[in-house]
Nanobody, 121 residues
């Protein structure tokens, strides 16, 4: 059974910083994409940032220049450093990974439970 567990959310003032972490565990052969999505109340889930196993990165326009995604393949962990946070960044942040549990085999999408990020004074 594969699990993704996020940590690092919380309450922060506008302009502040937070660092999210997500660890994948279980029967994992290979991880391709790892990324972060967020969902604010009353809104659809949206992509924040994604990183491939080779290090290629894509960011949502709304977070470019403020957020940095990185990953440690050996630790099966993805990070999201969030700086210059704004109230509109308030959301539940979910970790996502496309994982191959055996070879040869297909990749499947897995999601974490989410961690709340609240930006407020």
């Amino acid at each position: 059974q594969v699990q993704l567990v996020e940590s690092g959310g919380g309450l922060v003032q506008p302009g502040g910083s937070l660092r999210l972490s997500c660890v994948a565990s279980g029967s994992i052969y290979n991880i391709n994409l790892m990324g972060w999505y967020r969902q604010a109340p009353g809104k659809q889930r949206e992509l924040v940032a994604v990183i491939t196993s080779g290090g290629s990165i894509n960011y949502a326009d709304s977070v470019k220049g403020r957020f940095t995604i990185s990953r440690d393949n050996a630790k099966k962990t993805v990070y999201l450093q969030m700086n210059s946070l704004k109230p509109e960044d308030t959301a539940v942040y979910h970790c996502n990974a496309t994982i191959q549990i055996y070879s040869p085999g297909f990749y499947s999408d897995y999601w974490g439970q989410g961690t709340q990020v609240t930006v407020s004074s």
